[in-house]
């Protein structure tokens, strides 16, 4: 059976904002230290102390925004505990994530300059659960004021003239929760006082101010922030969801079969749900959706896996990784007039990392090769897709097996990105393409013979794209075949 997908070649559809490429580290197990952050006396190759390796990886994947430092540490740190000379800076317990202890040696100025390393935005996450408003108010002054003032003369006496002009600022994280356990009208109060202090300072672009995102479906949240907000403090709205697995309808998860991979997907691709829900309350108040919708934490987090989750909240990102990525990444593009950032968690070896480390090496994960093969939309013009999905069914339930999204981009390259969510069945699509104007087309695929394949330190290319061959062009139709999970990038001209 094949699948008609109508894709519309329209000039006022949005531009896929390079933003929704974004990514997020949290102080959280080996994510910071042991991670990115090894250190400049480290025998690992690094610049002041990021390892070069995940530099290098994070450049080619054009990286454009780097979430930091958390997450629910977020709401526990203190910045200026983390600038000045390194001999001196407290050391303290990371009480949300494990109770480890941080000697503050990656700090603002370690974070910030591993962004100009990168080329990418940098997203601060400040403390409204635990810190005061000044704080805030303050980290904004020191990273952004290029005239004199007592925050500036200290980031210049801490060896950093120019003001690093951060754009992005989250007013505390997941404040139902983690971040102060606190009612929606409440949070929309406190965030009313941060944003009325945290003031533009010479960030010539002016900064966005974001709201700590509801928990997945919690609508009332969106609602309360949009109405009780002023629509001009407010940049933009997050939202978190993540894939997990209900262990308790079955089995104790040691081993991820089929039942495990619907429920992961299932739970993925309720973001369609999600972002439609959270989108429709939005317009009621900023129908011109100058608002923008944050995705800041997004991925799967499974809780029990035995074999593969040798550190804390490590998970040996697999296949099923790279088809979750592929289509969760293409519900944003769908919705990327209000979906204008999204930070996949995490970025290096925590949740659905896109890569992993040890003492010397590094591997690229499927999730990565699915960012990687994606980033062509980044900042494209979105081209509308219509698609009646035929269904991948798992005893009763069922899900869309067919997952789409195309742009094109400046130089007139058109991009179609196709997963089939299907573990078993291959799905075929048909797409017209007289209004798209292609004539001819290449192909790249990301697959494997198992869902539970993946890259390991001794076989870190085993995943990974390569040419895919399984379409044709035939009297103005492109015929697309689909192996079961898998995710294919097209190009076209
Ligand atoms: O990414 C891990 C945690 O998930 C974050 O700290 C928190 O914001 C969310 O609950």
């Given at each position: 059976?094949?699948?008609?997908v109508?894709i519309?070649?329209?000039?006022?559809?949005?531009?896929?904002?390079?933003?929704?490429?974004?990514?997020?580290?949290?102080?959280?197990?080996?994510?910071?230290?042991?991670?990115?952050?090894?250190?400049?006396?480290?025998?690992?190759?690094?610049?002041?102390?990021?390892?070069?390796?995940?530099?290098?990886?994070?450049?080619?994947?054009?990286?454009?925004?780097?979430?930091?430092?958390?997450?629910?540490?977020?709401?526990?740190?203190?910045?200026?505990?983390?600038?000045?000379?390194?001999?001196?800076?407290?050391?303290?317990?990371?009480?949300?994530?494990?109770?480890?202890?941080?000697?503050?040696?990656?700090?603002?100025?370690?974070?910030?300059?591993?962004?100009?390393?990168?080329?990418?935005?940098?997203?601060?996450?400040?403390?409204?659960?635990?810190?005061?408003?000044?704080?805030?108010?303050?980290?904004?002054?020191?990273?952004?004021?290029?005239?004199?003032?007592?925050?500036?003369?200290?980031?210049?006496?801490?060896?950093?003239?120019?003001?690093?002009?951060?754009?992005?600022?989250?007013?505390?994280?997941?404040?139902?929760?983690?971040?102060?356990?606190?009612?929606?009208?409440?949070?929309?109060?406190?965030?009313?006082?941060?944003?009325?202090?945290?003031?533009?300072?010479?960030?010539?672009?002016?900064?966005?101010?974001?709201?700590?995102?509801?928990?997945?479906?919690?609508?009332?949240?969106?609602?309360?922030?949009?109405?009780?907000?002023?629509?001009?403090?407010?940049?933009?709205?997050?939202?978190?969801?993540?894939?997990?697995?209900?262990?308790?309808?079955?089995?104790?998860?040691?081993?991820?079969?089929?039942?495990?991979?619907?429920?992961?997907?299932?739970?993925?691709?309720?973001?369609?749900?999600?972002?439609?829900?959270?989108?429709?309350?939005?317009?009621?108040?900023?129908?011109?959706?100058?608002?923008?919708?944050?995705?800041?934490?997004?991925?799967?987090?499974?809780?029990?896996?035995?074999?593969?989750?040798?550190?804390?909240?490590?998970?040996?990102?697999?296949?099923?990784?790279?088809?979750?990525?592929?289509?969760?990444?293409n519900?944003?593009?769908n919705?990327?007039?209000?979906?204008?950032?999204?930070?996949?968690?995490?970025?290096?070896?925590?949740?659905?990392?896109?890569?992993?480390?040890?003492?010397?090496?590094?591997?690229?994960?499927?999730?990565?090769?699915?960012?990687?093969?994606?980033?062509?939309?980044?900042?494209?013009?979105?081209?509308?897709i219509?698609i009646?999905?035929?269904?991948?069914?798992?005893?009763?339930?069922?899900?869309?097996?067919l997952s789409v999204s195309a742009?094109?981009?400046?130089?007139?390259?058109?991009?179609i990105s196709l997963v089939?969510?299907?573990?078993?069945?291959?799905?075929?699509v048909?797409i017209?393409?007289?209004?798209?104007?292609?004539?001819?087309?290449?192909?790249?695929?990301?697959?494997?013979?198992?869902?539970?394949?993946?890259?390991?330190?001794?076989?870190?290319?085993?995943?990974?794209?390569?040419?895919?061959?399984?379409?044709?062009?035939?009297?103005?139709?492109?015929?697309?075949?689909?192996?079961?999970?898998?995710?294919?990038?097209?190009?076209?001209?």
């Amino acid at each position: 059976e094949t699948t008609v997908v109508t894709i519309k070649n329209t000039a006022t559809a949005p531009t896929i904002d390079k933003n929704i490429y974004g990514h997020f580290a949290e102080h959280l197990g080996r994510c910071i230290y042991g991670g990115f952050f090894v250190g400049d006396t480290s025998k690992i190759p690094n610049t002041a102390g990021v390892r070069n390796d995940i530099i290098d990886a994070l450049k080619k994947l054009k990286i454009p925004n780097l979430r930091w430092p958390g997450g629910c540490f977020a709401d526990t740190y203190h910045w200026k505990d983390g600038i000045g000379p390194k001999e001196n800076r407290p050391t303290i317990v990371n009480r949300w994530w494990g109770g480890t202890t941080e000697d503050n040696s990656f700090g603002t100025h370690d974070f910030l300059n591993l962004c100009e390393t990168l080329g990418a935005e940098p997203y601060l996450s400040g403390n409204v659960g635990s810190g005061t408003v000044q704080e805030l108010a303050d980290w904004v002054q020191y990273a952004n004021f290029g005239g004199k003032s007592p925050m500036s003369d200290l980031r210049i006496k801490n060896g950093r003239k120019e003001p690093w002009k951060v754009k992005f600022w989250g007013i505390g994280n997941e404040a139902w929760g983690c971040g102060g356990n606190m009612t929606a009208n409440y949070y929309a109060g406190e965030y009313r006082k941060y944003a009325t202090f945290m003031s533009d300072w010479e960030n010539t672009g002016g900064i966005t101010r974001i709201a700590s995102g509801s928990n997945s479906a919690d609508y009332n949240w969106t609602e309360v922030l949009m109405k009780d907000i002023p629509l001009n403090m407010l940049g933009g709205v997050g939202v978190h969801h993540y894939a997990v697995i209900d262990w308790a309808k079955k089995g104790d998860g040691t081993d991820f079969t089929e039942f495990e991979y619907f429920q992961t997907m299932k739970s993925a691709l309720k973001m369609e749900e999600l972002v439609t829900k959270h989108s429709a309350i939005m317009d009621k108040y900023d129908p011109e959706k100058k608002v923008a919708m944050i995705v800041d934490e997004w991925g799967a987090w499974y809780e029990v896996e035995k074999g593969t989750n040798p550190g804390f909240l490590y998970q040996q990102n697999t296949m099923r990784d790279a088809v979750l990525a592929g289509s969760t990444l293409n519900i944003f593009n769908n919705h990327a007039d209000r979906v204008r950032m999204a930070n996949l968690a995490q970025c290096v070896n925590v949740l659905q990392a896109v890569i992993l480390t040890d003492e010397a090496r590094m591997i690229l994960t499927p999730t990565y090769y699915v960012m990687q093969l994606y980033s062509v939309h980044q900042d494209a013009q979105q081209l509308p897709i219509t698609i009646k999905s035929p269904l991948y069914t798992y005893k009763e339930e069922s899900l869309p097996a067919l997952s789409v999204s195309a742009s094109k981009d400046k130089k007139g390259l058109v991009h179609i990105s196709l997963v089939n969510v299907d573990s078993k069945k291959e799905n075929t699509v048909e797409i017209d393409l007289n209004e798209l104007g292609i004539k001819t087309a290449t192909g790249m695929i990301i697959g494997s013979p198992k869902l539970q394949d993946f890259n390991s330190f001794d076989n870190p290319t085993k995943i990974q794209p390569v040419a895919f061959k399984g379409f044709e062009i035939k009297k103005g139709k492109l015929t697309v075949k689909l192996p079961p999970f898998s995710v294919i990038m097209l190009e076209g001209k």
